[in-house]
């Protein structure tokens, strides 16, 4: 499983990892009171929905970047 991750602002951490069926899921970083955006985890169909879904979320411009976990080879 692919997976690329960011960080807002805010310092929040999201993800997209991409499943065997070939979708995107986008989700976030757990705290106290649960999910850190109320909207997540959703799925997209490519990788690029799934970025410009988490920009329209948090309302900013993000910058994506490997995990340290990602397998390399991409998307089944």
């Known amino acids: 499983m692919s ?7 805010s310092g929040y951490a999201l993800w997209i990892e991409c499943d065997a069926q070939g979708f995107h899921r ?12 109320i909207e997540l985890p959703r799925f997209y169909r490519t990788e690029r929905g799934a970025k410009q879904g988490a920009a329209l979320i948090t309302g900013e411009r993000l910058t994506w970047g490997l995990s340290a976990e990602a397998k390399p080879g991409g998307c089944a």
């Open 3 to 9: 997976r690329i991750e960011t960080k807002t602002s």
């Open 26 to 37: 986008l989700d976030c970083e757990w705290h106290s009171r649960g999910k850190r955006f």
